[in-house]
């Protein structure tokens, strides 16, 4: 069974109306690989009159395996997929690449149809989900705003009220009358982000596209998205920014292999799903090192606990933070440094307890295995989860190896602290002065 329904746009949603805006109900969606048109008529007959002699297909390209033997495979880019959205609700969608975020979007904006499952819109639409998604490359940017409009079943008098905003946002008012077919794919995204912003959507989708767009602009949509949340309008936003998804949504879905894998609060789901990358098995090591030079210098492992004996990645906000590497040193001595980068869940860097002071260096000899350990007597650092990343520079300061994720660890309260009031926790000296008196 398929079915996409939407509410008309003329019934505006009661805010007291407790059904959800977006309810998704066993959605399936798979894609057939193999052979796909080619794009002319007389080419699709070359191909069939090659595929009935049982020829190879003649447009396969060097280094593909043939189109003809990938007939009949398939893969579930969507597998049966369930939740529910309430109005006013900003939700993340995260998970890696191809896990089915950008296809999840394209089904609820009506851009592809699911191949099984219910989905039920109650609003209207406003998505941004490719650059140039919506826009008629042969018309200017005023052209496209007002067709945009009509798409989203507005008047030409609301878009005109509106048009005014949406430019000045989008900054682009000096080309709002050139094609946009000549416009760059920054100037692309923020007319369209605006353009989907302002035109008053109930719902506003929003994909990875942000990431074309600088660090001004790319603030600047997400103050905007914020304040369509506040207003009551429902807002779904997939990125790969673990700050950007932190700052926007209360609420995150994250995908793996076209399932849901959780949903639920956002800074658990993305602590779990950054965690995912690290690990303390020491077998793991492999997978995450970066080894920039030959110098026969390795992390082969790393411990982290409140000391040197009570190992554990629970860490009372109290106690002391001790860290120790395992080095092995495989060709010949070796003088090195290592440092040390702790981040926090949404991979933002905030303390570097480095090994050594500046200038400062061990040697270790062939065939030599050696412990650094590094103790914080109090880290600081306000409950949540931490990744710590580990390299080693050579004697001239070159990056010999780097380890990102190489652990995980978790901060959580004690009688000392109740309630987080910061990212990191400095013991100053307090001193009170006696008051002058007139």
Not at 86 to 113: E, F, H, M, P, W
Not at 199 to 227: H, N, R, S
Not at 371 to 385: D, E, Y
């Amino acid at each position: 069974m398929v079915a996409i329904s939407t509410a008309s746009a003329d019934n505006s949603l009661d805010l007291f109306d407790m059904k959800p805006v977006i309810s998704v109900e066993h959605l399936t969606k798979q894609y057939d690989l193999g052979v796909i048109g080619t794009g002319t008529i007389s080419r699709d007959l070359n191909r069939w009159w090659a595929r009935v002699r049982k020829q190879p297909d003649p447009y396969t390209r060097i280094g593909q395996q043939d189109a003809f033997e990938r007939i009949g495979e398939n893969i579930l880019a969507l597998d049966d997929v369930s939740f529910t959205v309430q109005q006013g609700d900003a939700l993340g969608i995260i998970g890696r690449n191809g896990a089915g975020k950008s296809t999840l979007l394209k089904i609820l904006s009506r851009v592809t149809a699911p191949t099984s499952g219910v989905v039920k819109v109650r609003g209207r639409i406003g998505s941004l989900l490719e650059v140039g998604t919506g826009f008629h490359p042969e018309l200017t940017g005023r052209e496209n705003v007002y067709l945009n409009g009509a798409i989203l079943g507005m008047k030409k008098e609301e878009v005109t009220r509106k048009f005014d905003e949406i430019v000045d946002f989008s900054g682009v008012e000096k080309f709002i009358d050139t094609p946009v077919k000549r416009y760059s794919s920054g100037m692309y995204v923020r007319l369209a982000f605006a353009v989907a912003a302002h035109l008053d959507p109930e719902i506003l989708i929003v994909d990875e596209v942000l990431a074309v767009g600088d660090a001004e602009f790319q603030k600047k949509c997400l103050g905007k998205m914020g304040d369509v949340a506040t207003e009551g309008r429902t807002v779904l936003f997939v990125s790969h920014n673990m700050g950007a998804i932190n700052d926007l949504c209360k609420k995150t879905i994250l995908i793996s292999n076209g399932k849901i894998a959780s949903m639920g609060d956002t800074n658990l789901i993305v602590a779990n799903y950054i965690g995912g990358f690290a690990s303390n098995n020491i077998n793991n090591f492999e997978k995450s090192i970066r080894r920039v030079s030959n110098d026969g210098l390795k992390i082969t492992g790393m411990r982290i606990g409140k000391s040197q004996n009570e190992i554990t990645d629970q860490i009372p906000f109290s106690s002391e933070l001790f860290i120790e590497s395992n080095l092995f040193c495989t060709k010949k001595t070796v003088e090195a440094s290592m440092f040390i980068l702790i981040k926090n869940a949404t991979g933002d860097y905030i303390l570097s307890p480095f090994q050594l002071d500046e200038g400062e260096t061990f040697d270790i000899d062939e065939c030599q295995q050696v412990k650094i350990a590094c103790t914080l007597p109090f880290s600081g650092l306000a409950p949540g989860m931490y990744f710590v990343d580990l390299g080693i520079f050579d004697q001239s300061k070159h990056l010999i190896e780097w380890i990102e994720n190489a652990s995980a660890f978790t901060v959580f309260e004690d009688k000392i602290i109740k309630k987080r009031l910061g990212q990191i926790y400095i013991r100053g000296k307090w001193k009170i002065s006696e008051a002058q008196k007139n």
